[in-house]
């Protein structure tokens, strides 16, 4: 079958066009498995866990294959390591404030200027504590100061928290050696990897950081964050949670009742994956997928920022567009015109892209784009198309060459 459709949003159409997805670094589109498996939650095994009948313990065996699943997806050492949240930035929210209970004042925490608010802000709240919270300067090119970080790594760093890949300009940013640098002062490392994810394979085991989030609704599936911890770590924090939640990983950091039509959703997304891919196992299949994923999308990348480096009003940011690895995600200005008014015209075209910082602020701030209305961005998925590529490429030309 073909991957476009198996996605009923493709379907859509503005002013009698097909609509041009590129809008998937806020969240992509889902396939019709997914939508299935959320539907079929609902009609089949609704219940809350740790009951003695049918759907309690369906819903139960369901979440536990679906945090395998994502252990294989990270390359984590087993299920134990995957828990569950409403999202990136409230599981970081939670796992800060854990994390900020065994610091003591004047403990250091490093953060980057280029990195997405939810990877920032709940570090920065503990300042509150008498944390010191250092910040990494990014450069000109959307890249991080790897000398201004070692240089502010020291003995009294705790954790670094930083971004796999950038959501603003697709920066693949160097996890292997900030994780040399922290085995050299003891500090946690923390990579938030919602860009990255779903672009390209991660494995948790050589990366060997401690904590790692993500969140499904950026690689084809619902709204849920996804924590991996390192196995044993968790159990080591003091989190929020009722005495009346298991008091061990993965469960001692999800508060409440999960999502688990949501859940069931997530598990269609890896198979999605998957199913792009071959091999003899699951972890062969989304090896393979993610790797088909990323030859279509950086193809399609090629094309896309060749035809906008051509067109005379616009100004691309970020690091070198053909140097890989990088993530399919171009982020631009226009000469004369607001970032708000250019996705304005491209939505009347029925082409999406957004405009703004994306949450990136620190890293707009920098550049100082915010007065202009940050950036317009434009990120390919495995739905995107040449004729995508193309079509938005003729109407930036009409408006903008």
Known sequence: MNIRDQFPALQRTINGQPVVYLDGPAGTQVPQRVIDAVSNYYATSNAN???????????????????????????ADNENCISFGQNMTTLNYSLSRAIGRVLRPGDEILI??????????????????????????????GTLDYDDMAAKL??????????YASNLFGTVNDVFRVREMTYRTGAW????????????????????????????????????????????????????????QEQHAPFSIETGTLNHAAIAGVGAAIDFIASLGNGPNLTAHLLT??????????????????????????????????????????????EGSMASHVCQELGEQGIFAWDGHFY????????GQIPFGG???????????HEDVERTIEVMKKHYD
């Open 189 to 244: 490392l923390l990579l938030d990897a919602v860009h990255a994810a779903p672009h390209m394979n991660i494995d948790v085991g050589s990366v060997d950081c401690d904590f790692l989030l993500c969140s499904a609704y950026k690689f084809y599936g619902p709204h849920v964050g996804i924590l991996y911890t390192r196995p044993g770590l968790l159990d080591s924090l003091p989190t929020d949670r009722l005495r009346t």
């Open 289 to 334: 997928g993610m790797a088909n994923i990323l030859h279509h999308e950086k193809e399609l990348f090629h094309k896309l920022v060749s035809g906008l480096m051509n067109t005379l009003q616009v100004k691309l940011y970020g690091p070198p567009h053909d140097v890989w690895p990088r993530c399919p995600t171009v982020s631009f200005t226009v």
């Open 360 to 367: 990136a602020i620190r890293a707009a701030e920098v550049l």
């Open 375 to 385: 950036f317009v961005r434009m990120g390919l998925a495995a739905y995107c198309t």
């Open 49 to 75: 866990t740790h009951g003695r009948f049918a759907s309690s313990r369906q819903t139960g065996e369901l979440i536990r294959e679906v945090r395998k699943k994502l252990a294989v997806f990270l390359n």
């Open 112 to 141: 980057t200027q280029l990195d997405h608010e939810a990877n920032r802000g709940p570090w920065l709240a503990l300042r509150e504590n008498g944390v010191v919270v250092r910040e990494v300067r990014m450069l000109s090119d």
């Open 154 to 163: 020291n003995e009294r760093t705790r954790l670094v928290a930083m971004g």
